[in-house]
């Protein structure tokens, strides 16, 4: 396909878990970090911003808004560019983009300059590197994938960290242009990132055994089939649909409180460096739970269940929500943070692994993009709907108590959804097969297979050859003796061990 290394490895080459894949989760971790810190940590030149082009926060709010909204919303474009060109190249002009968008914001003359270079060009580079990082992930990672999710996600509130006292720094010392100018250089690291994708090919063995003798490179060799660019046949896994809804109206809520808790703690009286403060304590916490999340979801007994740890962590952040809006002091607060950044880490360890446990690796691709863009119309909607409710009611309880019962109720429908639609089939199916193999049953089999085959074998069929071939008569006689049926009837090794009732009678 054009000359591009595809990687059309697939599910027949075996996952390293380890080796080379160390330096993909390194890639990966790098990417996930500027993919999600990035849109907050520009937040810190906004009042550069509103002060250069007379605009209101409102407006400059927008920057971090479409940021988010080309992250999320491009996840079909990007299945499509990895299924057709592979992860690496992908990657490369994803990194190019990236900078290309900030380097040409830092010679902005009005705020919607600053919405086409930061918002859409940024935002479409990161995310052309975010998916496919992820998708590599998944094939570098199998045994180990749960401890490699964790990792690679704790890239974002590291690069948090990082960023957002590098933008006030650069921002000091170079002004709002310099500080895009050098940021713009800085994201050219994900072309570095890009590098290290290398695509999973087969060994020589392996490929030798699967080569087929005497099979040319001419016209003769059979031609592989395309693969889809967008495979919507996930839609028909029951799983991946409660996986889709329960996520959608999990990102109602799940982004809100770390938007608006410094507001909070400015509300009750408190100054500013102490408010901000909340937000390095709740990313100090989360650093630590996304791999403590992934080493536990990675154990022997746990991994099987992981779905049901997800809610777990999604009912977890959606209590905390409900008990942090009835805080009155900073130590409440405090302790809030706390929690909610224990809770936030466990779902940001687990989301895309339980992705990547329900479609598997083959459908990864394709699926995330749809999840990505199904996601992307609830975090347009979450956050404004809490500011408008707050703006009407004026008190932050309600926008927490809001995000609180949202997250809750994702996880109530992902719990109950897989209890009820994933893991009843396994007891119907028991029962049915416990049905096939009573006696009754079983008598009531071998009777109609007699019966059956003696009427087909009279009639020449070949189904009744091949069960009287077993009894020891001859293929080609054109009628069954009555003898020969009753023996088989009454012979133990032949119909399952049935002793001679009325039941088992012709």
């Known amino acids: 396909m054009g000359g591009v290394a595809l990687d059309d490895g697939g599910p027949a080459v075996k996952a390293p878990d380890g080796g080379w894949g160390w330096a993909v989760l390194l890639g990966c971790f790098v990417i996930t970090g500027f993919s999600y810190a990035f849109p907050k940590a520009v937040s ?98 199998s045994e180990k994938r749960p401890l490699a999710n964790g990792l690679s996600a704790a890239g974002s509130p590291v690069a948090l960290c990082c960023l957002s006292p590098l933008g006030q720094v650069l921002q000091y ?50 031609k592989k089939p395309k693969a889809k660019l967008l495979d919507f046949s996930v839609f028909k896994d029951c799983g991946f649909l409660i996986y889709t809804v329960a996520a959608s109206i ?16 400015k509300e009750l009286g408190y100054e500013d460096t102490k408010s901000a403060l909340l937000l390095t304590i709740l990313g100090f916490i989360d650093i630590f739970a996304r791999p403590t999340c992934g080493v536990i979801a990675g154990l022997k007994w746990v991994r099987p269940r992981c779905v049901y740890l997800f809610s777990f962590a999604m009912l977890f952040n959606g209590v905390t929500d409900l008990i942090g809006s009835q ?44 999840v990505l863009l199904m996601e992307a119309i609830a975090v347009l909607i979450g956050p404004p709907g809490a500011g408008r409710l707050l703006d009407h009611t004026k008190k932050y309880m309600y926008v927490f108590l809001l995000a609180g019962s949202e997250v809750c109720l994702s996880a109530i429908v992902l719990f109950t959804c897989n209890l009820l639609c994933i893991k009843t089939k396994a007891p119907a199916e028991e029962e049915e097969r416990d049905h096939e193999g009573s006696p009754e049953s079983v008598a009531m089999t071998a009777d109609h297979k007699a019966v059956g085959g003696a009427a087909e074998q009279a009639h020449g069929d070949q189904e009744g050859d091949r069960m009287l071939q077993g009894t020891g008569a001859r293929p080609d006689s054109a009628a069954v003796d009555s003898q020969e049926v009753e023996r088989f009837l009454k012979e133990p090794e032949n119909n399952g061990g049935l002793s001679p009732s009325p039941e088992t009678c012709l």
């Open 44 to 141: 810190v030149f906004f009042k550069e911003l509103i002060r250069e082009f007379g605009v209101g926060y409102s407006d400059t709010a927008w920057v971090s808004s479409i940021l988010l909204a080309m992250l999320y919303g491009t996840g079909p474009l990007c299945s499509v560019l990895v299924n057709r060109f592979g992860c690496r190249p992908v990657m490369m002009v994803g990194g190019l983009f990236a900078s290309l968008g900030m380097v040409l914001a830092s010679f902005a003359t009005s705020i919607i300059h600053i919405y086409l270079c930061t918002g859409v060009i940024t935002g479409l580079g990161l995310a052309l590197n975010f998916q496919p990082s992820l998708i590599m992930l998944n094939r570098y990672f």
């Open 173 to 222: 010392k170079y002004g709002w242009r310099g500080g895009f100018l050098i940021l713009g250089g800085l994201l050219l690291n994900c072309c570095v990132c890009a590098a290290v994708m290398r695509p999973l090919v087969a060994p020589k063995s392996q490929q030798r055994d699967t080569e087929v003798p005497g099979e040319g490179d001419g016209a003769d060799k059979k």
């Open 250 to 265: 999990m990102v109602l809520g799940l982004f809100v409180p770390p938007v608006f808790v410094v507001s909070y703690a």
């Open 327 to 370: 805080a009155s002091d900073y130590t409440t607060l405090v302790f809030f943070c706390i929690f909610f950044g224990i809770s936030y880490g466990m779902v940001g360890a687990l989301q895309f692994e339980v992705l990547m446990a329900i479609v598997g690796t083959e459908k990864f691709s394709s699926a995330i993009g749809l």
